[in-house]
């Protein structure tokens, strides 16, 4: 196809290569000194104590619910409205996903229905910016408090947000927050995740679940020589490499940047597509200020039965819309494990209408108004 414009995109300069090929001519090519100093710049920017990355946003939801204790037949409550990856995580563990339906206009977990799903067995509270739309965490972090339940905010969308005009990350509410650094996602490491917080027994268990969870120090017996290591719990092989970690800092220095870019999309968007009779446009409440990882739309009623066709003809007009999500328990393999259809009926409305449009920093001012034009031949 001659103008095909992708739903998301990286975006890489000289000064991303110059980094990686820096670090491959160097010493180190993996777990090196880049890994603690993208560490560093995260935690900074965020104003978090502490990062540990991984080599996905994945393995970090893996690491972040292990590093809080999340066991065989503990349950944690979650949106169905996100990737498979926020609720897979806690089955790895052995733990229940509990789904909660979302709100109607930001698409993140409805805090008012939360209470009723609480039970004795509820460890933890896992939560989504979707599309990189905070959600209301103080609403979360009372209702966390009254239970005493963990709080894991599922970031991977919102690197770059603010909540009550603090960024997203610094895990004043939570005790950790995931990001990814997927291609899609605000900044990228080829593949990448990272876990926030500013618990130092957490961080400690992060680092070490991060190396099959072998650690150099602490131990548990007594060690015969200098070559000693002990492992203590059973960890898996996740780390990043100084590749991936020289292009996260080198990444992160754009990422205000990217953001702005990001938000002046969604501005032109909204204006261009103010009070149309087809579909709805995101929503930025008044504690928000939203990194636009997506631009999800929703058709009105009209139009909701003719979704695959729209969707189709946008993608054939060169304009790679996405859809986000299909509702996790929906997938067979949830199916299976006897989660039922009608569960969450808000979820599954809205994934009826959702098409994303494309929104990346390296759209050009012509690819916008492309994809302006191509939505509005496709309604009329
Ligand atoms: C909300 C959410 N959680 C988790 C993940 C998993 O991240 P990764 O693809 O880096 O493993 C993603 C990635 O798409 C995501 O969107």
Excluded at 107 to 120: F, L, P, R, V, Y
Excluded at 166 to 195: L, M, Q, W
Aim: net charge neutral.
């Amino acid at each position: 196809m001659e103008n095909f414009i992708p739903y998301g995109k990286q975006f890489i300069d000289e000064d991303d290569i110059k980094a990686v090929v820096e670090v491959l001519k160097s010493d180190f090519i993996t777990q090196g000194p880049k890994i603690k100093e993208f560490e560093e710049a995260l935690a900074s920017y965020v104003g978090a104590k502490y990062a540990v990355v991984f080599n996905s946003g994945t393995s970090a939801l893996h690491g972040a619910y292990f590093a809080l204790d999340l066991k065989k037949d503990d349950e944690f409550i979650t949106t169905p409205m996100t990737f498979v990856a926020t609720s897979n995580a806690g089955l790895y563990l052995g733990a229940k996903p509990v789904f909660v339906d979302i709100e109607k206009d930001t698409g993140n977990i409805d805090i008012s229905k939360i209470e009723e799903k609480i039970t004795d067995k509820t460890k933890l509270l896992s939560v989504v910016h979707y599309s990189g739309h905070p959600v209301d965490m103080e609403k979360v972090k009372e209702l966390a408090d009254k239970y005493n339940l963990k709080i894991v905010e599922d970031a991977c969308h919102a690197l770059g947000a603010k909540y009550k005009n603090e960024r997203i990350g610094n895990c004043k509410y939570s005790d950790v927050t995931i990001f990814s650094f997927h291609p899609v996602k605000h900044i990228t490491t080829g593949e990448g995740g990272a876990v926030l917080t500013n618990n130092k027994e957490i961080y400690e268990k992060l680092l070490i679940f991060r190396n099959h969870g072998i650690t150099k120090d602490r131990f548990i017996n007594n060690p015969d020589g200098d070559w000693y290591y002990e492992m203590q719990y059973l960890g898996y092989n996740y780390r990043m490499t100084d590749i991936q970690a020289s292009l996260g800092i080198s990444q992160l220095k754009k990422l205000n940047r990217f953001i702005e870019k990001r938000r002046n999309i969604a501005k032109i968007y909204n204006k261009a597509f103010k009070d149309n009779p087809y579909f709805d446009l995101p929503v930025e409440k008044d504690y928000a200020y939203h990194s636009y990882h997506l631009y999800p739309i929703k058709l009105k009623d009209k139009y909701k039965e003719k979704k695959a066709e729209i969707f189709r003809s946008l993608r054939k007009e060169g304009v790679g819309v996405q859809v986000h999500y299909i509702p996790v328990y929906l997938q067979p393999y949830y199916q299976n494990l006897g989660y039922k259809k009608g569960l969450c009926p808000i979820a599954e409305d809205f994934y009826k209408r959702e098409i994303s449009l494309p929104i990346f920093p390296a759209m050009t001012e012509k690819d916008i108004e492309y994809v302006i034009e191509k939505v509005f031949k496709v309604f009329i």
